[in-house]
């Protein structure tokens, strides 16, 4: 199972979604992040992606740790992850769209979450009220659809 991170710079009552270009998730709109490379630590590796995918510069210690997301897929277990989310309300520079994200805010009530994974309206508004999350979703092999799921606030 792959570790990943999932970051959301928010700025008021606003929180920033980037449009995925292209790869796993291409065409919905989301957090930034990825998969960890070997010997980084969670938080390392959302500082990295943050820069890479919005170039957005970021301290470790303004990253905050929101909740886990565990990701499990019916007959397609290479996309299986366990995810650390994070807030971010502190950063240097502007997000500007890259070859793989294509940065927007968007109001907390104006959230499209339509155009987004079928999970992020279960535990994607808890986080931005505040709260911090631990759930677990199970998806058919696509991804298209739940099968199953489960979310908690956690302290």
Not at 39 to 57: K, L, W
Not at 65 to 82: E, S
């Amino acid at each position: 199972m792959k570790i990943t991170t999932l970051c959301f710079l928010i700025k008021g009552d606003q929180v920033l979604l980037a449009m995925k270009k292209r790869g796993f998730g291409a065409g919905k709109w989301n957090g930034v992040g990825g998969k960890l490379k070997e010997g980084e630590t969670v938080e390392g590796a959302a500082q990295r992606e943050i820069q890479e995918e919005i170039g957005v510069e970021v301290e470790l210690q303004d990253i905050k740790a929101v909740g886990t997301l565990r990701f499990d897929f019916v007959d397609n277990p290479g996309w299986a992850n366990f995810c650390h989310v994070f807030t971010i309300a502190h950063w240097r520079d502007e997000p500007t769209e890259s070859e793989e994200m294509r940065p927007q805010w968007y109001a907390f009530d104006k959230i499209p979450f339509g155009e987004m994974w079928v999970d992020d309206p279960h535990w994607l508004p808890l986080v931005l009220a505040g709260k911090k999350v631990k759930g677990e979703f199970l998806f058919d092999k696509t991804g298209g659809s739940m099968m199953d799921f489960s979310v908690v606030e956690i302290e």
